[in-house]
Nanobody, 115 residues
């Protein structure tokens, strides 16, 4: 069974930084890896994705502040979050999407941006 384990969430002041990490129990070499978030009362939304061909995609709200990276050798995907705002407060989820369609989610990690 595929497992995704996230880490790195926490409480940070506005303007601060956090780095989220997700480790998969399977090879991510051919997968699209993504980070999503869900704030209270809102739908889950894509934050950033990293395709197997090295194409990346970011939500407009995080462009220039967040950076997604992956290490296929370690089966990890990270999300570096800088210049955090209160609007970034949410539960962040890692997603693995295999080219044949299977999709898996991590358990989520809370990010709270508050003074």
């Amino acid at each position: 069974q595929v497992q995704l384990v996230e880490s790195g969430g926490g409480l940070v002041q506005p303007g601060g930084s956090l780095r989220l990490s997700c480790t998969a129990s399977v090879s991510i070499r051919l997968a699209t890896m993504g980070w999503y978030r869900q704030a209270p009362g809102k739908q889950r939304e894509l934050v950033a994705s990293f395709m197997f061909n090295n194409n990346t995609n970011y939500a407009d709200s995080v462009k220039g502040r967040f950076a997604i990276s992956r290490d296929n050798a370690k089966n990890t995907v990270d999300l570096q979050m800088n210049s955090l705002k209160s609007d970034d407060t949410a539960v962040y989820y890692c997603q693995l999407r295999q080219p044949w369609g299977n999709t898996y989610w991590g358990q989520g990690t809370q990010v709270t941006v508050s003074s």
